[in-house]
């Protein structure tokens, strides 16, 4: 005897593999010195559902560096540090981050000029948020990425940095640098973000990956 309709139809649905929702961009902040040790501002963003936050340092001076990140107070992972003998360019990242207007503070380890810029993105990992991390003493970066992801970079640059490839999230120029951030969407096997940069530039990346296979829906609501 042939088993009943209702039940072909529940073994199905148990057997489709769920579908992975894309990585969405969702705002993004900024804020710079001349001088200073700690930097902070505010962040407006949306309500996140597995969300993450990057945030990108842009250093004048590849003698200092950052000692602690925070978002809403609780801190963040540094990803990747890029540097030569003039900038510096550092990426930090947080999974669930607070929703709605939160403050995001940067401590170096000494006081001095600096940009710095913070995204937002819902639907990403929570266990391995970011992949691909890379950086390089150049102009562009070249991020291995796949479609439904976003990748991230941020750039240091002694003089006017326009954005070439990719969306610029912010860019703002203080006394001897231009620090710049951007994101492109992602694709197999990679994607490339790129700005006009030839004034010792630095710039670190990565791709914001999305909800992996198995993934659990992750909302931290703190205002």
């Known amino acids: 005897m042939s088993p ?13 593999s769920p579908v992975l929702a894309d990585v969405t961009f969702d705002v993004s902040s900024s804020s710079s010195s001349a001088s200073t040790a700690s930097l902070s501002w505010s962040h407006a963003g949306g309500t ?10 842009n250093l004048a ?47 170096l380890d000494s006081a001095g000029e600096l940009v710095s810029g913070a995204c937002t993105f819902n639907g990403a990992d929570q266990t391995t948020p970011l992949t691909g991390i890379t950086g390089a003493n150049a102009a562009s970066l070249v991020i291995t990425s796949t479609s439904g992801d976003i990748a991230i970079a941020a750039l240091t640059n002694q003089d006017f940095a326009f954005i070439t490839s990719g969306t610029e999230r912010w860019s703002v120029v203080v006394t001897t640098i231009d620090g710049s951030g951007g994101t492109i969407a992602g694709a197999s096997p990679n994607v490339t973000l790129s700005w006009t940069a ?10 914001v990956q999305k909800v992996q296979s198995g993934g659990v829906a992750r909302r931290r609501v703190i205002n």
């Open 198 to 207: 030839t004034a010792n530039p630095t710039i670190a990346g990565a791709n």
């Open 61 to 107: 001076s590849s003698a200092r560096t950052v000692t602690s990140v925070t978002f809403n107070g609780v801190g963040l992972t540094q990803a990747h540090r890029q540097s030569n003998a003039i900038t510096a360019t550092e990426i930090w990242r947080l999974v669930a981050p607070a929703n709605g207007t939160n403050t995001v503070v940067v401590n």
């Open 4 to 16: 009943p309709k209702w039940f072909l139809l529940v073994s199905l649905l148990l057997c489709v």
């Open 48 to 57: 996140l559902t597995n969300g993450v936050v990057v945030v990108g340092v």
